[in-house]
């Protein structure tokens, strides 16, 4: 028997979440078994906890789309038990049962090794937030961003991906300018390593003005909308912006301009789909480069009891920083 949180769904259609005790038997299939030490809360778990939003396939369903932990079994000769893992995306926790148990079963293919110095509870601290805001910053690299071009823009900075972005590019010597509608997470961002913070009313209505001021030499957007098409108008020539997330909307008023005239790039990041070698390769600079103190103070507990609750949060912009969810508490 295993401990899960388990959404179900009645006939009328309403979904209901409740922690119960599964037989294994019900696990789905797999060549590796993991018991599941950390998993944690992101948008989609928030949507997959509650009505579904159209990810989840089939009910009932075990939401969680990161985990880490040790494996237990594995017929894959790369993992052998007792190895520690970290899973992120491959829409686990969406079409796959995910890391809302003390144990998951899922292929090996979508494992990768926890790097040293990490444990799973900072694994989780990090997750797919932190995954993706590193993959974004390596992006930004590999289109020229260095440390003295000027602020780095970071919208939607609270959040989870915007928490991990800050504290990550300002350790690598970025002057970071958080983007927060919050007043109150002022003090949080500049303790992250924030150099200066912009209201986002600043930035949330459209111009007519397809070009303004540079001023930013690049941006982390998880925001999108009207706040994204403006801050295309105001890229230095040749900066880069990252794209996210979609929290203010998927559409982009936007015009051609800044491409055009500045050489502007509008770079897509996903995590979900990401290579092995892509994730390898970024979970070794998070150990490397991410300020783990830093990390840690953003970091609010849970269990899967309070995961209810905290979906219903996080779907309304309430949950600041990353909540590290203890599966076994």
Not at 168 to 194: F, I, N, Q
Not at 265 to 294: C, F, H, T
Request: proline share 5%.
């Amino acid at each position: 028997m295993f401990k899960a949180l388990l959404v179900e769904k009645d006939e009328a259609g309403e979904t209901r979440a409740s922690v119960q005790e599964l037989d294994e038997a019900r696990l789905p299939e797999g060549e590796v078994t993991v018991a599941v030490e950390y998993s944690t809360l992101n948008y989609k778990d928030g949507l997959c906890i509650g009505p579904g939003g159209g990810l989840v396939r089939q009910y009932p369903h075990v939401p969680g789309i990161d985990f880490a932990g040790t494996v237990e079994a594995s017929d894959d000769d790369r993992y052998k038990p007792g190895d520690k893992v970290v899973l992120t995306g491959w829409r686990v926790g969406e079409a796959h049962w995910g890391g809302y148990a003390t144990r998951a079963r899922v292929r090996a293919d979508w494992l990768v090794p926890l790097p040293e110095g990490l444990s799973a509870r900072d694994a989780m601290a990090v997750g797919t937030a932190g995954l993706t805001a590193m993959l974004a910053v390596m992006a930004l690299e590999r289109h020229g961003l260095r440390t003295g071009q000027g602020p780095v823009l970071v919208t939607g900075a609270a959040g989870g991906v915007g928490s991990v972005a800050t504290a990550l590019l300002a350790s690598l010597g970025h002057e970071v300018a958080a983007v927060t509608g919050r007043p109150e997470t002022e003090d949080y961002l500049r303790d992250l390593g924030a150099a200066s913070i912009v209201p986002r009313a600043e930035l949330n209505e459209t111009t007519k003005k397809p070009l303004e001021s540079e001023r930013w030499a690049a941006c982390v957007d998880a925001v999108g909308g009207a706040m994204l098409a403006r801050v295309l108008g105001q890229m230095q020539y040749g900066g880069s912006v990252a794209a996210v997330g979609l929290a203010g909307g998927a559409d982009l008023p936007a015009k051609v301009i800044p491409f055009l005239l500045r050489g502007v790039n509008l770079l897509g990041i996903d995590s979900v789909m990401q290579p092995y070698d892509n994730r390898v390769a970024a979970w070794e600079r998070i150990a490397r480069e991410l300020p783990m103190e830093k990390l840690r103070s953003m970091i609010r507990p849970a269990r899967l009891g309070d995961l209810p609750e905290l979906g219903a949060e996080i779907l309304k912009g309430q949950v600041r920083g990353r909540v590290v969810v203890d599966v076994a508490g």
